[in-house]
């Protein structure tokens, strides 16, 4: 690749400065790291190719996420012989998460009044070492021992 590279040179008699030299270096080695206009060209053209890809992404997942919205905002959460579609999983903060097995909405109920109160207890238990848990899931609450699935 041919440089062009024009740097004042002021005449020193032969002698160069080296204030001269690494002005001199310094503008070769800037030359050297530009793009020739044909690379500035192509990466010009790969940066907004690579742009527009994210914006058209962009674009996807929001359409996606819209329709999932008015899916979910039309779905009865029902099965179609009427049956609730429903799937839920209680958590030990007593909350109840649900799953729509239809729109994959997600409800939270919160815990009610029965549900934190055996929450509490269970965690009262546990914390005075009443409670244990062993590695293939049994639990014993005060000397009871339980399977849990
Ligand atoms: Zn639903």
């Given at each position: 690749?041919?440089?062009?590279?024009?740097?004042?040179?002021?005449h020193?008699?032969?002698?160069?400065?080296?204030?001269?030299?690494?002005?001199?270096?310094?503008?070769?080695?800037?030359?050297?790291?530009?793009?020739?206009?044909?690379?500035?060209?192509?990466?010009?053209?790969?940066?907004?190719?690579?742009?527009?890809?994210?914006?058209?992404?962009?674009?996807?997942?929001?359409?996606?996420q819209k329709?999932?919205?008015?899916?979910?905002?039309?779905?009865?959460?029902?099965?179609?012989?009427?049956?609730?579609?429903?799937?839920?999983?209680?958590?030990?903060?007593?909350?109840?998460?649900?799953?729509?097995?239809?729109?994959q909405?997600?409800?939270?109920?919160?815990?009610?009044?029965?549900?934190?109160?055996?929450?509490?207890?269970?965690?009262?238990?546990?914390?005075e070492?009443?409670?244990?848990?062993?590695?293939?899931?049994?639990?014993?609450?005060?000397?009871?021992?339980?399977?849990?699935?």
């Amino acid at each position: 690749m041919a440089l062009d590279v024009t740097v004042p040179v002021p005449h020193t008699g032969g002698n160069m400065s080296e204030e001269t030299l690494t002005r001199i270096m310094t503008a070769a080695i800037t030359a050297a790291r530009a793009p020739s206009p044909e690379e500035a060209a192509t990466q010009e053209e790969t940066k907004k190719r690579l742009a527009h890809r994210r914006m058209t992404m962009l674009r996807l997942v929001e359409t996606e996420q819209k329709s999932i919205l008015r899916r979910q905002a039309l779905c009865s959460h029902r099965k179609p012989d009427g049956e609730v579609a429903m799937g839920g999983q209680p958590m030990a903060n007593g909350r109840m998460y649900k799953i729509c097995l239809r729109c994959q909405k997600v409800l939270v109920d919160e815990p009610t009044q029965e549900m934190t109160l055996a929450v509490n207890e269970l965690q009262r238990q546990a914390n005075e070492g009443k409670m244990t848990i062993s590695r293939d899931g049994k639990v014993t609450v005060a000397d009871v021992e339980m399977q849990v699935r």
